[in-house]
């Protein structure tokens, strides 16, 4: 059995379309829209809309931990561009439909998916296909071990759209129990996989997510979410803890083979 693992697709729908290319089955760990890019800051929703000198800005003021000044960045550039305020959730909605459009039929046959903290729950269902199965707190069958999949982040000052609280996730981490493969999109809150040596600064990992693998024990916990960290591997116990890489920057899905 071979199933190959992306997460922080981030826009890159020519490398997903064979990311699955040799694979039984493909898991994509979510972040598949791209607002932002930090290393090119022409590309994305954000420069689209307002250039790719205001984007390099507000990747300086979050860079700096300046999250109030990035957002009074923001809060003036969309005040220029709909001074109303009537328009910003349909423009960047229908930015990200684009998106999914183009993303979602890049999966192959099967693919099993779950939210990155940058994604919109509510749309998948528009644009995830017959072959595609989107699990979110739930466990599912895949050549005879079991996967468990929890999506999105956890709240922070940057925002993102699909945040929730400590104690929503935990309950999604305990409602998956006991599985062979445990996947997030966040990693466990453990330094080494939490800092991002680009970005300077540690992201959210989960102490709830981190209790699962001490106490349950499976025998892989795949995540992505930080792009560039300081260890992309931990062993805790009998886990392998793997970092499957930032596919918008590699286009090189994890393997894993039984």
């Not at 059995?1 to 898991?27: E, F, Q, W």
Request: glycine share 10%; aromatic share 10%.
């Amino acid at each position: 059995m071979r199933v190959h693992v992306v997460s922080d697709v981030h826009g890159n729908s020519r490398d997903l379309a064979t990311a699955g290319d040799g694979a039984d089955a493909l898991v994509c760990l979510g972040d598949l829209v791209l607002f932002l890019d930090y290393a090119d800051h022409s590309r994305g929703i954000f420069p689209d809309l307002f250039g790719a000198a205001n984007a390099a800005a507000l990747v300086e003021l979050r860079t700096d931990r300046r999250f109030g000044e990035a957002r009074a960045l923001g809060r003036r550039l969309w005040g220029e561009l709909d001074p109303t305020g009537d328009g910003r959730e349909s423009v960047i909605e229908a930015a990200v439909r684009r998106q999914y459009a183009e993303l979602f039929a890049a999966f192959p046959n099967p693919t099993y998916a779950t939210y990155g903290n940058v994604d919109i729950p509510s749309l998948w269902p528009e644009y995830a296909g017959e072959g595609t199965t989107v699990l979110d707190g739930q466990r599912v069958e895949i050549g005879g071990r079991v996967f468990g999949f929890v999506g999105g982040g956890l709240t922070t000052p940057m925002r993102t759209p699909y945040e929730i609280s400590d104690e929503e996730y935990a309950a999604k981490i305990e409602a998956v129990g006991e599985v062979d493969v445990l996947c997030t999109h966040i990693p466990p809150d453990v330094p080494e996989l939490c800092y991002d040596t680009v970005a300077r600064r540690f992201e959210r990992g989960s102490a709830a997510l981190l209790h699962a693998i001490r106490t349950t024990r499976p025998r892989y916990s795949l995540f992505g979410h930080v792009h560039q960290p300081l260890a992309r591997r931990v062993r805790l116990g009998g886990t392998e803890c793997v970092n499957v890489g930032h596919f918008n920057a590699t286009g090189t899905p994890y393997v894993l083979e039984w």
